[in-house]
């Protein structure tokens, strides 16, 4: 096991990427976009300093938002991809359905986001 001071939370996008090669199981995609999410998510924390555990995930946001309106509005987005691929195991809508097209919605909304703050 390697033990570090600091972990790179980039690190989930490579690791989200694998999960996605291929003829990924819905499983795999799912668990790719949920990555994706927490590699921005923690990403945003660090760079706005985000502290705490109280609505943390909103407040970061909030933070995002605050700073590019553009870039908050595409994490709230992959906040919700986040939210379908880690809750919602049946009855969704046919759109949200297709593992493959929201993983590659959250690659592109955490390309977008950290091309602008990063």
Same mark, same amino acid.
């Given at each position: 096991?390697?033990?570090?001071? #600091?972990?790179?939370? /980039?690190? !989930? ?5 694998? /999960?996605?090669?291929?003829?990924? #199981? ?16 923690? =990403?945003?924390?660090?760079? !706005? $300093? ?21 870039? $908050? ?6 906040? =919700? ?7 919602? /195991?049946?009855?969704?809508? =046919? ?13 592109? !909304?955490?390309? !977008?986001? /950290? $091309?602008?703050? #990063?």
């Amino acid at each position: 096991m390697v033990i570090s001071d #600091s972990f790179d939370s /980039l690190e !989930f996008l490579r690791v989200a990427e694998l /999960l996605a090669d291929g003829d990924a #199981s819905e499983a795999n995609l799912r668990t790719a976009v949920s990555r994706t999410y927490y590699a921005v998510f923690l =990403a945003m924390r660090e760079r !706005f $300093g985000v502290e705490g555990k109280r609505n943390i995930h909103g407040r970061v946001i909030g933070a995002v938002y605050a700073y590019d309106k553009m870039a $908050g509005e595409r994490l709230q987005k992959l906040e =919700a991809l986040r939210g379908l691929a880690d809750y919602r /195991l049946r009855d969704l809508d =046919a759109l949200d359905r297709n593992w493959r097209d929201n993983y590659r919605k959250a690659r592109r !909304f955490a390309e !977008f986001i /950290l $091309g602008r703050l #990063s």
